[in-house]
Every structure is written in structure tokens, then in C-alpha cells.
């Protein structure tokens, strides 16, 4: 892999990382109590440990890439750099959802007593717009890193988010009725609705 193509995967997940923690503690300050288990124990299990294989996986990757020569396939660097080119839309795209949903952010399928409704940003297109991005991260990283490992750990992510998405629907149903559920007239789940 080259050197640069490494350098910016590193400089756009710090960035990320970063941008990320921002948003969770601004919006952890709301200071509710979110009950997990809302969403089920095996989802709460499997989601956590599904984002750790994720990102500790693409973490252990950028730092020594050679632990993961097991899971490598062969990239031209022009490919790469399309991953690369992917990956930065696919934060742009969630740095654009963390701030569209400001302190309304939450790990889990409860909404915040206090949440108020959007619908502009990335949420203008899709209701689910994190786990839209994760579509978006987990192929790009495969491709610039030339491995199958991670797209596939950020699919089973994404199954797992998907699966919990009727329960946190449920809870955005309750909190705001017909405004949601007009708004799942107009919007796709995961990917825009075509005209």
C-alpha cells in the first residue's frame, strides 16, 4: 500500500474520530439516561462487537498492516485511491449527520426527552443516514486497503443496525408521530427514494 494513500486513510479517520467524539460529548451533556436494553441484549452485544471488530480492525491496519497479510487481495494504487476518494465521502457524510442531529445523538434505538425532530442535512434523503454511511465506509476501506475483512465486519454492522431499525422507528413513532410518520412517506430507510 502506499505510503500516502496510508497517510490520508490515517488523517481522515482521526478526523473522523475526532468530529465523532465531539458530537457525543455535546450531545451526552443533555444529560439523560438512555436505557440500552430497550433495543434487546443480543443486538446491544453483537452491535458493540461488531464496531469494535470495525474500527479496532481498521485501527490494528493503518498502524502494521502486515498483521492482517492474511486478508489482503491485490489493489492497483489507482484503485485505492478511489477507496480513498469513498471513505472521504462516507465521513463527510456522517460529520454532515453529526451535526444535522446535534445533541439529539444517542448510541441506541431511545430518543432523548428532549429531541426535536429533523429533517434537513443527510436526513433530508434517508432516515438512517449512520447506517448509510456505514455502506459507504466499509467498501471504500476494503478497496484502499485492499482486503475483504473490513467491508465484511461493516456488513455485519450494518445488519445488525438494520435489524434494530424497526424498534428505533418505534421509539421516533412515539416521540413523533404523524410528523415521523410522514416523513417515512418521503424518505428512504437506508438509501433515497427514487421519484
Not at 440500552?36 to 474500527?55: C, D, Q, V
Not at 479496532?56 to 476518494?85: K, M, Q
Request: aromatic letters at 14%; proline letters at 6%.
Amino acid at each position: 500500500m502506499p505510503a500516502a494513500v496510508r497517510l490520508a486513510l490515517i488523517g481522515l479517520s482521526l478526523a473522523f474520530l475526532v468530529g465523532g467524539i465531539y458530537h457525543r460529548i455535546r450531545a451526552a451533556q443533555a444529560g439523560d439516561r438512555l436505557d440500552r436494553t430497550k433495543e434487546g441484549w443480543p443486538t446491544l452485544i453483537g452491535l458493540r462487537l461488531a464496531g469494535l471488530a470495525t474500527f479496532g480492525s481498521t485501527a490494528a491496519w493503518l498502524w502494521n498492516p502486515l498483521w492482517f497479510s492474511w486478508a489482503r487481495f491485490a489493489v492497483p494504487d489507482w484503485a485505492r485511491w478511489i477507496g480513498v476518494g469513498g471513505f472521504a465521502l462516507g465521513i463527510t457524510w456522517l460529520i454532515g449527520m453529526f451535526i444535522s442531529l446535534g445533541p439529539n445523538l444517542t448510541d441506541t434505538v431511545v430518543t432523548r426527552r428532549n429531541a426535536y425532530f429533523v429533517d434537513h442535512g443527510p436526513y433530508r434523503y434517508v432516515r438512517h443516514p449512520m447506517y448509510s454511511g456505514i455502506l459507504i465506509l466499509g467498501p471504500s476501506l476494503g478497496l484502499a486497503l485492499g482486503t475483504w475483512l473490513l467491508p465484511l465486519a461493516a456488513g455485519v454492522m450494518f445488519v445488525i443496525l438494520a435489524r434494530r431499525t424497526r424498534i428505533e422507528e418505534l421509539y421516533l413513532v412515539a416521540q413523533f408521530g404523524d410528523q415521523y410518520r410522514t416523513y417515512m412517506t418521503r424518505t428512504g430507510r437506508f438509501f433515497p427514494r427514487l421519484p
